[in-house]
């Protein structure tokens, strides 16, 4: 609290006609002379740890009103505060809201088990050996809507939601009320659910989660994805988590959405053949695909598989990459990235990754934990880019600086950055600075930087 008592000293001066005031019993409030605006403006200059601290609003009431009114993010914990409606009494000025640690009943708050899965995080009881825990004790779907409801009654100024087990109802209510609604997030969401999408004509933002195993179970299919198709043609980002669909799905997004520049695939359940759809998505900048078993057993002829003209940016995390065609189909519709970044992907091995000459551009590769490839497979791909200008290797233990040939360490002298750490023993990541790595035109590497 020191700044603050810094800025209002320098607001509050005594006046030269004012008398000294000596009575001890009477404790005057210094800030009453000031506005709400003015001292909205000086607790706006606390940091913003201290701005959502408790020990402003417990000043008094006056403050605690206006510490509401400088909070814009929330995580609520309780849905009844939402109901009884002092959740937008209380932060009138809220912009971004997240719900879904608010949806679960009763949840064990003194046990020592705590679940976090991304958004969501919930104490499990301690006795307890089932894990369709959440999926039982969520709140029912129209005491969700109910809250949507009252959310969108009292006039905040929403941009952003994270809800759990809504219904088309709820949607629709919510955005009537709030127009300006730009991301949305959709947990346990379906096809239903979806028909709704519509109402929110402002999104540029949405995320649909539908099946997380052992937390919950939904199904977003293609009908789903083609209601989000035509009624979110302005959507700029997508990100699909346990969804399924297949290639009439993604396609009828690719054709609609025209401004979709990121899609993100999480732990998908589409059916084979998805990846062709890609192709119809003439503004696709970035490809994320997160956390899959399998890219595509059976992507079909590859008279289908046209290349994305805008794409620039393609990353595989956590992903099993042990099906060639699958791989071979995803690199060929993504041949124009110039990014390439695959990190902790098992079945990375030395033919799959010979599937990546396709790639014609690429400027950028990070490879990290992919512990299959060899040295050997990384120089048959990387001598064919001839734009390659940066590259990160970390945790790739299969890649041996004994087995660097002349060629890579050539190609290593011309790059403009490079990280280097194959593994704890690499010794050439500790002579890189002395090699002179990263600046083009430099000398090769001697046999006594490798060795």
């Known amino acids: 609290m020191s700044q603050f008592g810094d800025h209002l000293q320098n607001q509050i001066k005594p006046s030269k006609n004012d ?3 000596n009575n001890p019993i009477v404790d005057v409030d210094p800030t009453l002379s000031l506005s709400d605006s003015l001292l909205l403006k000086i607790l706006r200059k606390l940091p913003d740890s201290q701005q959502s601290n408790n020990d402003v609003s417990l000043v008094c ?3 605690l009103s206006l510490q509401g009114r400088l909070l ?3 995580k609520v914990l309780d849905f009844d505060f939402v109901l009884s409606g002092r959740l937008v009494s209380r932060f ?3 912009t971004h809201v997240d719900l879904t640690n608010a949806a679960c009943m009763n949840p064990p708050v003194n046990s020592g088990i705590l679940l976090c899965h991304k958004s969501i995080t919930l104490h499990l009881p301690s006795d307890s050996s089932n894990w369709d825990f959440l999926d039982e004790n969520l709140l029912q779907s129209d005491v969700i809507d109910r809250g949507l409801s009252v959310l969108g009654r009292g006039g905040c100024d929403l941009l952003k939601l994270v809800v759990i087990n809504a219904t088309e109802l709820g949607l629709v209510s919510l955005a009537e009320d709030c127009s300006d609604l730009q991301e949305l997030e959709l947990h346990k969401c379906n096809d239903n659910l ?3 999408i519509a109402a929110c004509k402002n999104l540029r933002g949405l995320r649909l989660v539908g099946t997380v195993d052992g937390l919950y179970s939904s199904s977003v299919s293609d009908i789903g994805l083609t209601f989000l198709a035509q009624g979110c043609k302005r959507l700029v980002k997508l990100e699909l988590s346990g969804c399924e669909g297949s290639f009439d799905g993604i396609k009828a997004i690719g054709q609609c959405c025209e401004l979709l520049d990121e899609l993100t695939i999480v732990d998908h359940r589409m059916d084979d053949g998805w ?3 890609l192709s119809y998505f003439e503004s696709l900048k970035r490809l994320r695909i997160s956390s899959c078993r399998k890219i595509d057993s059976s992507p079909g002829p590859e008279k289908l598989l046209r290349s994305c003209p805008a794409m620039e940016s393609l990353q595989l995390k956590r992903c099993c990459l042990n099906d060639k065609d699958g791989m071979k189909a995803l690199f060929k519709v993504c041949d124009g ?5 695959i990190q902790d992907c098992w079945g990375l091995s030395d033919d799959s990754f010979s599937l990546a000459k396709a790639f014609r551009r690429v ?3 990070s490879l990290e934990g992919c512990s299959v490839l060899t040295s050997g497979g990384l120089e048959s791909v990387i001598l064919h880019w001839e734009e390659l200008e940066s590259m990160r290797v970390v945790s790739c233990k299969s890649i041996k600086d004994s087995e660097i040939s002349p060629a890579l360490s050539s190609l290593f002298s011309l790059l403009k950055e490079l990280t280097w750490r194959p593994d704890t023993r690499s010794h050439l990541s500790s002579s890189l600075e002395g090699a002179g790595i990263g600046k083009r035109g430099s000398k090769f590497f001697k046999k006594s930087v490798l060795h």
């Open 363 to 365: 400027r950028f590769l």
């Open 19 to 21: 008398k000294p005031f």
């Open 337 to 341: 990235a110039t990014e390439v970044s």
């Open 194 to 196: 979806l028909h709704g």
């Open 61 to 63: 009431k006056r403050w």
């Open 275 to 277: 990846i062709a759809a």
């Open 72 to 74: 814009r993010t929330l």
């Open 92 to 94: 009138p000025k809220l």
